[in-house]
């Protein structure tokens, strides 16, 4: 369902960190990195990607657009990390919170596999922005419109992904005292980003984490510039 995997009392051991870094996980280092930051923000993103493992993970590491992330989550819940948490990351482009711009200079980036915003493509099926068509009913494709995102066809994180997003999430929140909220990046960049798509359970997500599931009235403020 859209949020099973949010809903449920979170039991799970919190992500343990040290010099910056997840332990445990893969660190593959990305070419593209920022100067050192202090960061308030964790903003979650769509790969809008081939589902196929380490294909957005490896495009992140390298790639020509110069864009990298903190952390890359699979559909089987695996994550690899690829920026050290005081360093920044080019994951947000351009944007702003609560009346700061350039997010990339206080924040965290997650990016969770997923193709992105999808069209129909006729007898029960959607087709990605790359071309890959995939089955609606296989995949759990739902046709959904809102505000922020539009009126397009969704594929459904796994139950393993917003696992690991909530583990990462409590984990990074433990160690970066720094840091006070979570946004998607439409939030921070709207009208031009639509990621995380309308099937990620943002509310429980917050509401699990921060212990609230509605932005400041500031955050608000800043998401409708």
Not at 91 to 99: I, L, M, P, W
Request: glycine residues 8%.
């Amino acid at each position: 369902s859209r949020s099973s995997a949010a809903s449920d009392v979170y039991k799970r051991q919190v992500m343990q960190f040290k010099n910056n870094r997840a332990v445990g996980m893969t660190f593959a280092q990305a070419k593209y990195q920022r100067g050192t930051i202090t960061p308030s923000l964790v903003i979650v993103h769509d790969t809008a990607s081939r589902l196929t493992e380490l294909s957005a993970a490896r495009y992140l590491q390298n790639n020509t657009a110069k864009v990298s992330v903190h952390f890359v989550v699979e559909r089987s819940g695996v994550a690899q990390q690829q920026v050290a948490l005081n360093r920044g990351a080019n994951h947000a482009g351009r944007s702003e919170y609560n009346g700061r711009s350039g997010c990339n200079d206080f924040s965290i980036g997650i990016e969770i596999v997923n193709p992105g915003r999808m069209t129909f493509a006729g007898e029960g099926k959607s087709r990605a922005w790359y071309g890959e068509v995939f089955d609606n009913a296989e995949h759990g494709i739902q046709r959904i419109s809102t505000p922020q995102h539009g009126d397009h066809w969704w594929m459904p994180y796994t139950e393993d992904q917003i696992s690991t997003v909530l583990d990462l999430c409590h984990g990074l929140f433990a160690y970066k005292g720094s840091l006070i909220d979570i946004q998607p990046h439409w939030f921070v960049s709207p009208g031009r980003k639509v990621d995380t798509n309308p099937l990620f359970p943002l509310a429980e997500v917050r509401a699990q984490v921060l212990g609230r599931s509605e932005p400041s009235e500031d955050a608000a403020d800043a998401g409708s510039v």
